[in-house]
């Protein structure tokens, strides 16, 4: 059993959505490439979720981070996803990444269940809470109350990356 299967919570469904693209590979925990079935290949950066660092360069691996990383695989590789933008976020970031949220046809949000995974912090960018925000939030303390993933023994909460 992985590390990120361990006391693995409970999901939680939403409504049923349709979906327009396939996962192709995950980057880290937090950006993932799509193929979309109208726009083509496409970076996603995960909105309302943090995760920590495995591939910045010039920096360590937080603490967590490929156990986040090993999350979206398990969860997210070749899997057909709705891609949501949020209104209230930019459609992408100075990376040209486009901010989306990925829904599986069930309605399981990712940015949620990674949340409440312990696998990735809540995430306000510049002040400017997403729309799911609440949810993700409260994902988020049911992970530290359970003391999940990275709320958990080795981490505790700290998943700095630091210059190396």
């Not at 990120?4 to 950006?31: E, I, Y």
């Not at 090993?70 to 590789?77: C, D, I, N, P």
């Not at 799911?132 to 958990?152: F, N, T, V, Y």
Request: charge should be neutral; charged fraction near 25%.
């Amino acid at each position: 059993m992985s590390a990120c299967q361990v006391g693995s919570p409970p999901t939680v469904r939403a409504n049923p959505v349709a979906t327009t693209a396939l996962v192709l590979k995950v980057v880290d925990g937090d950006t993932i490439d799509i193929r979309d079935d109208v726009r083509g290949r496409l970076r996603i950066r995960l909105l309302g979720i943090d995760t920590p660092e495995t591939k910045k360069p010039n920096y360590t691996v937080g603490c967590w981070g490929p156990e986040a990383t090993e999350f979206a695989k398990s969860t997210m590789l070749g899997q057909r996803v709705a891609l949501i933008p949020d209104p209230t976020q930019d459609r992408t970031d100075r990376y040209g990444r486009t901010l989306a949220y990925l829904d599986k046809a069930d309605g399981w949000d990712y940015s949620i269940e990674a949340a409440r995974a312990g696998a990735a912090h809540a995430y306000v960018y510049h002040d400017k809470p997403v729309t799911r925000s609440p949810a993700i939030a409260a994902a988020e303390q049911e992970a530290k109350d359970a003391h999940r993933g990275l709320w958990g023994p080795p981490c505790n909460g700290n998943t700095a990356s630091v210059p190396d």
